[in-house]
């Protein structure tokens, strides 16, 4: 049983800060054949990736409207993926969800979603 659990979501002004987790159970993010990724949908708008990490951690890719601001990473002892993000934006205003891709079975996995507010 697959379980991705995430955290971190909040409130926060423009400029501000916020770091979201995924704690993940029943498959193993170090592996070569898994790919792990953050995604966020806004209300009207189609989920979109954020940011990528290859199973090897040898590749990473970040959404244009995210590179600079935004860092993905990943702690295999934990087994949990992170995205940190900084000097926010109101358009960064969506809920955010990590993703467990299983290339070999062509299965994907979702978190429960948290949601991430911008504004004042």
């Known amino acids: 049983q697959v379980q991705l659990v995430e955290s971190g979501g909040g409130l926060v002004q423009p400029g501000g800060s916020l770091r979201l987790s995924c704690a993940a159970s029943?498959?193993?993010?170090?592996?070569?054949?898994?790919?792990t990724s953050w995604y966020r949908q806004a209300p009207g708008k189609e989920r979109e990736l954020v940011a990528r990490i290859s199973g090897a951690g040898g590749s990473i890719n970040y959404a244009d409207s995210v590179k600079g601001r935004f860092t993905i990473s990943r702690d295999n002892a934990k087994n949990t993926l992170y995205l940190q993000m900084n000097s926010l934006k109101a358009e960064d205003t969506a809920i955010y969800y990590c993703n467990a891709q299983l290339i070999l079975r062509n299965m994907g996995f979702w978190g429960q979603g948290t949601q991430v507010t911008v504004s004042s």
């Open positions: 029943g498959v193993t993010f170090s592996r070569a054949d898994v790919t």
